[in-house]
């Protein structure tokens, strides 16, 4: 294995992008497969995902959660090289720190591992794990914090098959996510999901709340806007889940 100057780098996102080229992973095709191989995910959408997420932390747009940021160290052995290791974790540790504010890293587990490098891989590669962990750990507690935040102040999206409006008025039927780990989904990537309609018009709502089943937990979502412009009844699917809205002028539905 060639060795380089890893310091020449500084920012964790440009390290990450030469070290996907030193390993062969020129575009993010290959890649994406072993990391969903990896995640234990195999669906066609987990593969687009993923292509997305490499993506964007290529291009420093998005830092990758900690099960990810372990994840992608085991597929381009990054405790292969001590000095890799220690620079590989110390941008992370920098990267994360600016992409959540108020998450306070604790140093010790990072210089673990820079003091230990001269004692040999075996040891690099059990600092590398216990930094991980130590940042999961940290990460989970920040986090929660970090959300109550993010989430406060938000409207609440709260599934109902059925949709009673006026002509004129607004709700927010639906809303998405692009996997559990929080993100909301682009308004962009919901379109093919989302139907015409004869009684209204479906649009952006923005980011709001709402229970994820699938995920568990309440979580920001892309919200989906419906306003409602003419009268009728009508049967949707909205990112695959059934809606039946009905539509009425106001002076009827003040009777």
């Known amino acids: 294995m060639k060795l380089y ?27 994406a497969s072993e990391f969903c191989r990896r995640s234990g995910r195999g669906l066609e959408r987990d593969y687009g995902a993923a292509e ?3 993506r964007n932390w290529r291009r420093g747009k998005r830092v990758p959660l900690p099960r990810n940021f372990v994840i992608l160290s085991h597929i381009l052995d990054v405790e292969a090289d001590p000095a890799l290791t220690t620079r590989w974790y110390s941008l992370y540790r920098i990267a994360r720190d600016r992409d959540l504010p108020s998450h306070h890293m604790d140093n010790s587990a990072f210089a673990l591992i820079g003091a230990k490098a001269r004692r040999g891989k075996r040891i690099i590669v059990i600092a590398g794990l216990v930094a991980a962990v130590t940042l999961a750990i940290l990460a989970a507690h920040s986090s929660i914090a970090t959300d109550e935040d993010m989430q406060a102040g938000l409207p609440t999206v709260a599934y109902n098959a059925r949709a009673f409006l006026t002509i004129g008025a607004e709700k927010l039927l639906h809303g998405a996510v692009e996997d559990c780990e929080g993100e909301p989904a682009a308004w962009e990537d919901m379109l093919p999901l989302i139907p015409s309609s004869a009684v209204g018009t479906f649009s952006d709502g923005g980011l709001a709340t709402k229970m994820m089943n699938d995920c568990g937990k309440e979580m920001r979502v892309r919200a989906i806007k419906f306003t409602a412009t ?24 003040a009777r």
């Not at 920012?11 to 080229?21: K, P, Q, R, V, Y």
């Not at 009728?232 to 539509?247: A, M, N, P, S, W």
């Open 230 to 253: 003419a009268s009728g009844v009508e049967e949707v699917r909205v990112l695959g889940d059934y809606f039946k809205i009905e539509v009425v002028p106001a002076s009827k539905a």
């Open 52 to 54: 997305k997420k490499l």
């Open 5 to 31: 100057d890893w310091n020449h780098y500084d920012t964790w996102n440009e390290l990450f992008d030469a070290l996907c080229h030193d390993r062969g992973y020129v575009d993010n095709a290959d890649l």
